[in-house]
């Protein structure tokens, strides 16, 4: 069964503390890989779209890197308001429009 | 910017009710979800559309049917309402194999 793992569930980080969240995918065929944001109570903010292996793309504190089993999202130098759950998403060339989304990691940054 | 709206941001429902919830999207997409997220099980799809009146299952349709009468517009019913049914529920659209943009979400309670 097609399976989206994320590590790790949760995560403290001091602020200024870099870190890596890692997903790890075993679909075949990747078609896209995704990364959302999500603050509590609300829905998932899109991040990031990554397609081949060796792609990278970043925004501010925020670098999402994919290799052909796995994506890190590494966070550097991050801030309290960075604090969220942090989800990866995959979608297969066989899956058509479905995505398969892990469980998150809850990212907390201690000022 | 992609706006998707949701009729509620909560929902209070008795068992057995019949409940409607409604999504509406601004930007022309052919694709819309609906998902329920739930702590530890991750985000999961419920039904999907490509177009207007067409729609496909998901991986936990029993229970949900959907409507698609405008291309705009998606709507999720619970045929009669049940406390297992208690969840966040979340709209999502897209266009072509890119991005899903969701929603603010329904926290959605059966009592």
């Known amino acids: 069964e097609d399976q989206v793992t994320q590590s790790p569930e949760a995560l403290r980080l001091q602020e200024g503390e870099s870190s890596s969240l890692n997903c790890s995918y075993t679909v075949s065929g990747l078609r896209g890989l995704f990364w959302y944001r999500q603050d509590p109570g609300k829905g998932p903010e899109f991040l990031f779209t990554?397609?081949?292996a060796g792609e990278e793309k970043e925004k501010e504190r925020l670098k999402a890197t994919l290799t052909k089993k796995e994506s890190f999202l590494h966070i550097t130098a991050p801030k309290p308001e960075d604090s969220a759950t942090y989800l990866c998403?995959?979608?297969?060339?066989?899956?058509?429009?479905?995505?398969?989304f892990g469980t998150g990691t809850s990212l907390t940054v201690i000022p | 910017d992609v706006k998707v709206t949701q009729s509620s941001r909560y929902l209070v429902k008795r068992t057995g009710e019949k409940v409607f919830l409604e999504c509406v999207q601004d930007m022309d997409h052919e694709n819309m979800f609906w998902y329920r997220q739930d702590p530890g099980l991750g985000l999961r799809l419920i039904y999907f559309?490509?177009?207007?009146?067409?729609?496909e299952k998901g991986d936990i349709p029993e229970g949900y049917s959907v409507s698609r009468e405008k291309k705009e517009r998606f709507s999720l019913i619970l045929e009669s309402a049940s406390t297992n049914q208690t969840s966040m529920y979340l709209c999502a659209s897209r266009v072509g194999a890119n991005e899903q943009y969701f929603g603010p979400g329904t926290r959605l309670t059966v009592t």
């Open positions: 998403a995959v979608q297969a060339w066989y899956t058509g429009n479905q995505f398969y």
């Open positions: 559309s490509y177009d207007v009146k067409m729609k």
């Open positions: 990554l397609y081949s």
